[in-house]
T-cell receptor
């Protein structure tokens, strides 16, 4: 079945440094959607950005990601981390035929002053 | 703004007891989902539904049942709660129209089984 891999469980960095959270996936569907959801403490997870278009950069709230089907990757990036970016970030994949959404194990981003 | 509400928000249950987690959405969405969140495992899909009176198994359905009596309501039932079911449970809904639909999550239900 489909799967999403987020190798880093915890990423710690200093405010102002660039952020890159890795996401790779496996799917048999050529038209699958990839998502990044963010989960702030004491809130509900919510969508950060999504894409199904190969090699197109998607941006939202200062974050961006580009879906690369050739390498099955959808890494999340930001040029300069802020303290308020500290949260749990999930990469997810949506199966085209069933609307079933599969999540990775999540990466906790901790931004320090 | 999408609205998904869960109840109870927190519960302590005894091993072997029955637990029902309820979810209500006012988004007019067809799809509803139950996920559990565990450190190191992320969000794992338990059951989901795309129409009233029908449910589908997710990736970890063992030990759980689901019920979708109406479009708005989706319940997760633990007939015999076990210690391993201690977790935070999230309900979500999404519309139809393809795989790119956004999931809208509830606030979560923290379940502790003792």
């Amino acid at each position: 079945g489909d799967s999403v891999t987020q190798k880093e469980g915890l990423v710690t960095l200093t405010e102002g440094l660039p952020v890159m959270l890795n996401c790779t996936y496996q799917t048999i569907y050529s038209n699958a959607f990839l998502f990044w959801y963010v989960h702030y403490l004491n809130e509900s997870p919510r969508l950060l950005l999504k894409s199904s278009t190969d090699n197109k950069r998607t941006e939202h709230q200062g974050f961006h990601a580009t879906l690369h089907k050739s390498s099955s990757s959808f890494h999340l990036q930001k040029s300069s981390a802020q303290l308020s970016d500290s949260a749990l970030y999930y990469c997810a994949l949506s199966e085209a035929n069933t609307n079933k959404v599969v999540f990775g194990t999540g990466t906790r981003l901790q931004v320090l002053p | 703004e999408a609205a998904v509400t869960q109840s109870p928000r927190s519960k302590v249950a005894v091993t072997g007891g029955k637990v029902t987690l309820s979810c209500h959405q006012t988004n007019n969405h067809d799809y509803m989902y139950w996920y559990r969140q565990d450190t190191g495992h992320g969000l794992r899909l338990i059951h989901y539904s795309y129409v009233a009176d029908s449910t589908e198994k997710g990736d970890i359905p063992d030990g759980y049942k689901a019920s979708r009596p109406s479009q708005e309501n989706f319940s997760l039932i633990l007939e015999l709660a076990s210690l391993s079911q201690t977790a935070v449970y999230f309900c979500a809904s999404s519309g139809t129209g393809g795989a790119g639909n956004t999931l809208y999550f509830g606030e979560g239900s923290r379940l502790i089984v003792v």
